[in-house]
């Protein structure tokens, strides 16, 4: 399986070109073209890596050998659904400047659907429910079928993990109104939502999808039950990684340091409205 990452012709050139165009497009905007935009700043170093990083991860799940794999072995094409859908996101969202996304809300027309669609409960169900969607035998079946359908799902599935995160990893301070406490609260309700899913394929006794019916010629390393298993299991474990890794990020570095922010200010705050008054010096 290693040998197929050693090989130039297993990686895609159209994906390749794509992606670097997209770099180009967001290096464009906001370099060269960002005094089109009011408010506009240079991004950070950080938010920089995030979004190449985010690219990184996207080239690697559809435009290297993984995908290949991921049409032999279920499990490999569940590790490729969670670093799409899961993984990408959080890095999308973290590498876009405030001032780049804000003007999309503010579009007629098109900015009440996008509020409609992040909103954290329809986020919520969206995402989740296009998991279980996707996963359906029939309709599994049928997009490996016809390529485009495929990618027309891929697609809704991009656009869902990405609306689920908004709420979490909010790029526009204005439009961030929902609570440390709550953040962490949605990421855990967004885990139980999927788990059924993962749990379905994980423990079945039999295999649901016609493409990973027979075990792989390729690569022959489990029985095409195990490795459907496998897959459910990779998922879920994933899923949990991640949403776990951003709530601590969350309590330990925006709730506890917004609490401790706030102390200092209420501390100044009384010690300006209760100030220490000096001894009187005793006369000789």
């Not at 920089?48 to 690697?60: K, V």
């Not at 290949?68 to 899961?86: D, K, N, R, T």
């Not at 029939?138 to 697609?155: K, N, Q, S, T, Y």
Request: a neutral charge; hydrophobic letters at 50%; proline letters at 7%.
């Amino acid at each position: 399986m290693i040998e197929m990452f050693l090989h130039p012709a297993n990686y895609s050139i159209p994906m390749n070109l794509a992606v670097l165009l997209v770099i180009a497009l967001y290096l464009l905007f906001t370099g060269p073209l960002r005094n089109r935009f009011p408010d506009s700043e240079p991004p950070s170093i950080r938010q920089l890596s995030y979004f190449l990083t985010g690219a990184l991860i996207f080239y690697f799940s559809l435009g290297s050998p993984l995908d290949l794999i991921g049409h032999e072995l279920f499990s490999i094409h569940m590790v490729q659904m969670s670093l799409l859908f899961i993984v990408l996101p959080p890095f999308l969202l973290m590498g876009l400047p405030s001032w780049l996304v804000a003007p999309a809300f503010r579009l007629k027309g098109v900015g009440k659907l996008l509020k409609v669609l992040v909103h954290p409960v329809f986020a919520s169900f969206f995402f989740n429910g296009m998991i279980w969607m996707y996963h359906l035998p029939w309709v599994f079946d049928r997009m490996m079928e016809v390529p485009a359908l495929h990618a027309g799902a891929r697609a809704l599935l991009l656009i869902g993990g990405v609306a689920m995160w908004f709420s979490v990893l909010c790029p526009v301070p204005e439009m961030d109104k929902m609570g440390e406490l709550k953040k962490m609260g949605f990421l855990y309700v967004n885990g139980m939502l999927l788990t059924p899913a993962c749990v379905m394929i994980a423990f079945s006794d039999t295999t649901f999808f016609a493409l990973f019916h027979e075990q792989s010629q390729m690569f022959p390393i489990l029985s095409p039950l195990h490795d459907q298993q496998l897959g459910g299991v990779l998922m879920k474990i994933i899923q949990e990684i991640v949403y776990v890794s951003v709530i601590v990020y969350i309590f330990f570095f925006q709730w506890v340091r917004k609490e401790r922010e706030r102390d200092r200010l209420e501390a100044e705050e009384y010690a300006k409205s209760h100030p220490v008054s000096q001894p009187a010096t005793e006369s000789l």
